[in-house]
């Protein structure tokens, strides 16, 4: 990740030496989820938000709590 952005708070760019990347399993799955267009699937709701929570301090936590990502 690079950059989220969320309304009502704008854009923010990611050091991307700070935030962790998802494990190649995990990647995998959600590109097939995305090519599948299967984005409603528990699955990636729990992929999502563990990876928020992992790097809330580098993603705007307050943001991702008002938006219910983690």
Request: aromatic share 14%.
């Amino acid at each position: 990740m690079i950059r989220i952005s969320y309304d009502g708070y704008g854009c923010h760019n990611i050091d991307s030496t700070l935030i962790s990347e998802f494990s190649f399993d995990d990647s995998n799955y959600l590109i097939s989820a995305i090519l599948s267009n299967d984005l409603e699937s528990s699955k990636v709701d729990k992929l999502l938000k563990a990876y928020f929570r992992e790097n809330k301090e580098f993603l705007w936590g307050k943001a991702l709590k008002e938006y219910e990502l983690i």
